[in-house]
């Protein structure tokens, strides 16, 4: 594909349910990020993977929040029990590694999240 | 912890005007610096990198420093034009975790006729 895709582009949903949103990476990268950016922020690290394995999800807020990259392409972040705290723009990003200085990456133009 | 502060928080220039945005930033030990534009309503998108060795480096109109020493980076953009309005966001690596960056707030532009 031409860049990083993200699904829906825009979600509102009621307090307590339950949410999936999903990121398309540029065909090839290895590592895939997710970031919460919230409105005058700037993007909040939320996991980032690398193949299929999760590198790193120290920046989770809590066990509500998980994410998966079955085959290592399309990832998906799923919310449970949603609060109205977790309203934000959620955004996708792949580089082609994660491990060196010019790993660009780069940036899908995000989800919005409004619960209720 | 690593840091990223950045200044101002919002800046408007008229058309045609220069202007500078600041970073200063904790992230140790250091790998590299991004400058990040963001347009409203879409994702970052990278303008410049720095590393360690680096002291500027240049984009058409948009020209970044950094002192190392200091921890200090800049962004200068010359002649700027309507379509500069956006968000400038200053994005530290540290080398021990290059998958996770640290991201400054960002400095919104606006650029006025």
């Known amino acids: 594909g031409a860049g990083v895709s993200q699904t829906p582009s825009n979600k509102v949903t009621e307090k307590g349910k339950y949410v999936e949103l999903r990121c398309d990476p540029i065909?090839?990268?290895?590592?895939l990020y997710w970031y919460r950016q919230s409105l005058g922020q700037g993007p909040e690290f939320l996991i980032y993977f690398q193949g299929t394995g999760a590198a790193d999800d120290s920046g989770l807020p809590n066990d509500r929040f998980f994410a998966v990259r079955p085959e290592g392409s399309v990832s998906t972040l799923k919310i449970q029990r949603t609060e109205r705290g977790d309203s934000a723009v959620y955004l996708c990003?792949?580089?082609?590694?994660?491990?060196?200085?010019?790993?660009?990456?780069?940036f899908g133009p995000g989800t919005r999240l409004t619960v209720l | 912890k690593n840091q990223v502060e950045q200044s101002p928080q919002s800046l408007i220039i008229l058309e045609g005007k220069n202007c500078t945005l600041q970073c200063n930033y904790t992230v140790s030990p250091f790998s590299n610096l991004r400058w990040y534009k963001q347009d409203t309503g879409r994702g970052p998108v990278s303008l410049t990198i720095m590393t360690f060795s680096e002291n500027t480096k240049s984009n058409g109109r948009y020209t970044a420093t950094l002192d190392a020493d200091t921890k200090q980076s800049s962004l200068h953009i010359t002649a700027s034009q309507l379509s500069d309005s956006a968000s400038y966001i200053c994005?530290?690596?540290?080398?021990?975790?290059?998958?996770?960056?640290?991201f400054g707030d960002g400095t919104t532009l606006t650029v006025k006729p």
């Open positions: 065909s090839g990268h290895t590592a």
């Open positions: 990003a792949s580089s082609l590694g994660a491990g060196g200085i010019w790993d660009e990456q780069f």
């Open positions: 994005v530290v690596s540290a080398s021990t975790n290059a998958g996770k960056s640290t």
